[in-house]
């Protein structure tokens, strides 16, 4: 447990990081109060300090501990651009919007809205939580009166979008035809698809993203950037029963007029806006919110288009801005005015846009990821905008993911095509520099220069040569603590202050959640179940076999040939194999209370509900040559061999 070792303390702010915060003050403008304004438009009730517990009493989310935030001066320790934008993100409780329209803000990284239909509520995006969806409603119900759920919508396919859905609607309730669920195009395969290959390593990458694990405080966590942190409840899905297909479709969803507009790979995979027009207010999903958003999330991700959001940003503004009189997204707080809606829109648009061209454009001049990064600055009109300035996404790392995403990883200087592993590396360089004590004796100058950026990197190099060197390891950590109070971007801050943290303390044992729902394995395609089975094959065990293994489903009346051979599992579908070792006849269910771990190979067999045919131990064969991951690897040292 990490509360009975010492557990060292976060430092002081530098006089280099100091002035930092300084230049901040002046250069951008804090008079400008207006979002300070719209955030709390519409402001009806909240809970006290919207604490809000688990059923066996956990705290799964609250703003006590923020606290903190009451102070409007930034202290030394947190970038003043940051600290504007974390207070703004306290703003918690329900909201009117406009009429029929009304928004839970703060009771989770994401918004709640609820539209007052003619015979009850439709409900848009449900949290991360059953738990905090469950409060919101609950808050909503208690000045609006209890109406029932008409209708469900997931603007897009992350889990702060669907995970509370069993907080506000019931399963048999959808089945009986009470409540639709309505999604974008491809909503169950992006979720499947971006959580089950790799989502063990991107919830670990997610605790750098959004601090999660982090204590809150002027020298820890203070934000997300699009909310202050993601709730730690229980994350539910419940599937679709309606698909948006079409670019523009237009539905009376409850006597509300819909009109959906499809915007594939943009913010996410599967994603759309809103357009209200009886209420002339229009919902931009999370393609435009109050700060630059990523083009990919450091937690890890398929790049994104920056190319196409800008488009479907123009596009919403082009059909439907022009008559709105508000516009809001699901996270943040709403713009009202045409005026401003059209000019908040515009940079919204053009931010992403220019990121876009003018990645593209160094491209083409041959400069390199990093170049790029360093050279990109944001265009003098925009500069001065709060909404687009980055406190979630950066300029530098989403110009790196522009060029990722047209060039890829390779800079196509053939002296990077090879190059030696972390630890090989590390080992050599410092050797050259002269060792360890005379890399540390230079860096410790650069420290104090304010060289952080530098000190980090080679201070890395020997931690992955050596991660017993303590001194390297503090000084790694105090360079990356001050990385962290300088950045603007929360989750610049966030990953920053991790590193220091672990390389101080360890590794945090707490894993925030399963990786994967519960409810996301029930909603899993055979495909993409072989495809997760395929990844956890552990190669160098599985040399030599070849297991050829028929499996039926007869309650999806499915049936599917896998196939081990040279390392590799493939499978065919539609088929059965003659030559089969054995043949697997099962129900789906079982399939998930296998994966789920609530019941073993050898107990389904025992209980008759897998059917072997042939030789069953080729079955626990491969079952054997199958990984169980550890989702807690280290990030700033190299691994142990295991
Ligand atoms: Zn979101």
């Not at 007029?257 to 995979?269: G, N, R, S, W």
């Not at 088929?575 to 079982?590: C, E, I, S, W």
């Amino acid at each position: 447990m990490m509360s009975e070792r010492h557990t060292e303390q976060p430092k002081e702010a530098t006089p280099v990081t100091q002035d930092r915060h300084r230049a901040v003050l002046t250069s951008l403008p804090f008079d400008d109060t207006r979002d300070f304004d719209d955030a709390s438009r519409g402001f009806i009730t909240s809970l006290p300090d919207v604490e809000i517990h688990n059923d066996r009493g956990r705290v799964i989310w609250s703003l006590r501990e923020y606290a903190f935030l009451t102070h409007e001066a930034a202290p030394p320790t947190v970038n003043p651009s940051l600290w504007r934008q974390a207070r703004l993100n306290m703003n918690n409780g329900l909201y009117r919007v406009t009429d029929r329209i009304y928004q839970v803000r703060g009771f989770d990284i994401s918004n709640m809205t609820i539209i007052e239909g003619e015979r009850g509520l439709i409900i848009i995006d449900p949290l991360v939580s059953a738990e905090t969806a469950r409060a919101a409603l609950d808050l909503y119900v208690a000045h609006r009166g209890q109406r029932p759920i008409t209708a469900v919508i997931y603007s897009h396919s992350h889990v702060d979008h669907y995970g509370g859905v069993k907080g506000v609607i019931d399963e048999a309730d959808v089945r009986a035809g009470h409540v639709a669920v309505i999604a974008p195009d491809r909503f169950l395969e992006e979720i499947t698809q971006e959580q089950v290959l790799v989502g063990g390593p991107m919830i670990r990458r997610a605790q750098f993203q959004f601090g999660a694990t982090l204590f809150k405080g002027p020298r820890g966590q203070v934000d997300a950037g699009l909310g202050k942190v993601v709730s730690r409840g229980t994350v539910t899905l419940i599937a679709p029963t309606q698909i948006i297909r079409e670019p523009v479709e237009v539905h009376s969803i409850d006597g509300v007029e819909i009109v959906f507009q499809l915007t594939p790979d943009t913010e996410a995979k599967a994603e759309m806006h809103m357009y209200y027009p009886g209420l002339k207010a229009l919902n931009l999903a999370e393609n435009v919110t109050h700060n630059l958003h990523n083009i990919y999330p450091i937690r890890g991700a398929q790049v994104r288009d920056a190319n196409a959001w800008a488009k479907y940003i123009d596009e919403a503004r082009d059909r439907y801005a022009s008559e709105a009189e508000v516009v809001f997204a699901q996270h943040h707080w709403p713009i009202w005015g045409k005026a401003r809606i059209m000019d908040y829109l515009a940079k919204q648009r053009d931010v992403y846009k220019y990121l876009h061209d003018q990645t593209v454009r160094l491209i083409n001049y041959g400069l390199k990821a990093t170049e790029i990064a360093e050279q990109l600055t944001m265009p003098q009109s925009l500069e001065n905008e709060w909404p687009v300035r980055g406190y979630y996404g950066t300029l530098s790392h989403n110009a790196k993911s522009v060029y990722q995403r047209y060039i890829g990883w390779y800079d196509a200087n053939p002296a990077h095509l090879n190059p030696l592993p972390p630890s090989e590396r590390g080992a050599k360089l410092i050797a050259y520099m002269g060792g360890e004590a005379a890399a540390i004796a230079k860096a410790r100058e650069d420290f104090a220069g304010g060289e952080y950026r530098w000190v980090a990197e080679i201070m890395s190099e020997i931690i992955f040569a050596n991660p017993a060197n303590p001194e390297a390891r503090h000084l790694a950590a105090d360079a990356l603590e001050q990385l962290g109070y300088q950045a603007e971007s929360a989750t610049w801050r966030n990953a920053y202050l991790q590193g220091a943290y672990e390389l101080r303390n360890g590794i945090p044992q707490n894993l925030m959640r399963a990786p994967i729902s519960a409810d996301v394995v029930r909603t899993l395609t055979i495909p993409l179940f072989f495809d997760y089975l395929a990844v956890r094959l552990n190669g160098l065990k599985a040399e030599g076999k070849h297991i050829v293994i028929n499996w039926v489903f007869p309650d999806l009346a499915e049936r599917y040939v896998l196939n081990l051979e040279n390392c590799a599992l493939t499978y065919l579908a539609g088929r059965t194999a003659d030559n089969a070792h054995v043949t697997v006849t099962l129900a789906r269910p079982v399939l998930s209370q296998l994966v789920l771990q609530q019941t073993t190979l050898t107990d389904a067999i025992h209980e008759d509900t897998i059917a072997l045919d042939g030789d069953g131990g080729k079955l626990s064969e491969l079952f054997e040559l199958i990984d169980e991951f550890r989702f807690m690897f280290p990030i700033l040292e190299p691994r142990q061999a295991s």
